[in-house]
């Protein structure tokens, strides 16, 4: 009896350390939603304020994260490359199951949909919040290559299945060479090498616009979110968004595991593979001719889900002693 006693307190304290990662983020993505419902921000505010933290905000945070990194101590390459290998592998499963069990003029959003994180944002604060400066620090560079993953594996599967654009490696590699969010992180990576500091004013202004990045782009999230479009979910959404939030997440760190990976790089990995379907991958389907509604309910069913399995994945890993 004194031992269960005294295993509650352990129990209450995971679970408090969990919520205190997951509950601020998705704390802002539900303020979002209410200010959108309220009428205090609107469509014209999302867009124009996505736009500035993919533009300027974001870019300027992974800037200064990086360049005041550790590249001996922050800068994980072995777990930058597992992660990055293991999500095209687990792409290419979900892929051979859209064949199984996806209808052809589907696949290429469902796909997409349950591989495609919204790593550089939710990803990227969820690790802030549980790793501080150097969850900050890794996951900036963990972004930048999934995003250039991202954009192939996204363009290729889409093209694949659509009626309207092919897959052109030229388009592919011009999205990937002026996308502001890789121009920042490449931009920092020799002054991070070389020790270059820059002067305190220009750190301290750049600060200033790296503050608005994961508040805003989460308020954001909140707003672009549809209900509707949770409610027309079928059976394909709910099965894109559980290999994103569950099987993919699940798989990673299970191989992460076998390789030996554990406490604040097992960690980070999940919370990247566990992260929801990015909302680009909406406007990508538009833009494909393929099925956006589709696309719209993965988003938001999976963002709806991962408020659950990114608290469990984080208090049964903590409880285990693996992060």
Known sequence: MLSEQEGLPIDISILASTLGVSLPVFAMVFIGTVLKRLGWID??????ASSLVFRLTMPTLLFL???????GQDLKLGLVGFYLVISVAIFLVIWGWALWRCPRVDRGVFVQGAFRGNCGIVGL??????????????????AGG???????MSAIVLSVYSPVVSSRPLAILKDVATNPLIIGIVAALPLTYLHLDLPPWLM???????????????????????????????????SASLWKVAFMPAIGVALALAVGFRGAELGMLFLFLGSPTAAVAYVMARGAG??????????????????????VGIMVLTAAKLV
Do not use: K
């Open 43 to 48: 469509q014209a505010f999302v867009d124009t």
């Open 146 to 152: 999934i995003i250039i993953v991202n954009l192939v």
């Open 290 to 311: 393929a099925n956006q509604r589709l696309a719209a309910s993965i988003i938001m069913l999976s963002t709806l889900l991962s408020m659950v399995s990114i608290s």
């Open 125 to 142: 604060a969820l690790s802030a919040n549980m790793y501080g400066d150097f969850g900050l620090s890794l996951g900036s560079v963990m």
């Open 65 to 71: 994260s990086l360049l005041r990194a550790d590249p």
């Open 204 to 238: 301290t202004s750049g600060d200033y616009l790296a503050s608005l990045s994961l508040p805003l782009a989460l308020i954001c999230i909140g707003g672009s979110l549809s209900l509707q479009a949770a409610r027309e979910s079928g059976t394909l959404a709910l």
